[in-house]
């Protein structure tokens, strides 16, 4: 399995998390409740991140043409970051909610953009042998210690 393939798989596993979520959050009442998913979701999405800067975007960073999109790419994890901490400052549920609501919106548009932009470029930049080692150290590093 390709890198682009490992990481489409966890999206899509993010994104099944998400769903779950959201189904939630209308019986929750307190924005501590929120807070605790939302620490959750950062911790998935930071794991996740660290993976593709070490086995993706280092791949490419040595290709000059691509550093301003790979810069934007960083900038959106340490933005996606920001938001989802800010949910920990809301002070009601609702806003808690529409905060939540909102990162993992911006996580989904941030996933459509690496799928359409990045993947792309892994798959011109590498040899389909590199494409399949790295899948499957992301693969491995993903299922996490034994």
């Given at each position: 399995m390709q890198v682009t393939e490992a990481i489409a798989l966890e999206h899509a596993s993010l994104l099944r998390v998400f769903g779950q979520i959201?189904?939630?959050?209308?019986?929750?009442?307190?924005?501590?409740?929120?807070?605790?998913?939302?620490?959750?979701?950062?911790?998935?999405?930071?794991?996740?991140?660290e993976l593709e800067v070490n086995?993706?975007?280092?791949?490419?960073?040595?290709?000059?043409?691509?550093?301003?999109?790979l810069t934007i790419?960083?900038?959106?994890?340490?933005?996606?970051?920001?938001?989802?901490r800010q949910v920990q400052k809301a002070r009601t549920c609702e806003r808690a909610c529409g905060l939540l609501q909102a990162a993992m919106g911006a996580s989904r548009e941030h996933f459509r953009h690496?799928?359409?932009?990045?993947?792309?470029?892994?798959?011109?930049?590498?040899?389909?042998?590199?494409?399949?080692a790295l899948g499957k150290a992301f693969q491995k590093a993903a299922r996490g210690p034994k």
């Open positions: 959201e189904r939630v959050l209308p019986r929750l009442r307190s924005a501590a409740e929120v807070a605790t998913l939302a620490m959750i979701v950062e911790g998935m999405l930071r794991t996740h991140a086995l993706a975007f280092v791949a490419l960073d040595h290709t000059l043409h691509h550093k301003r999109r790419l960083y900038q959106d994890h340490q933005e996606l970051d920001g938001r989802l690496e799928e359409r932009v990045l993947f792309p470029m892994l798959e011109r930049a590498l040899e389909p042998g590199v494409l399949c």
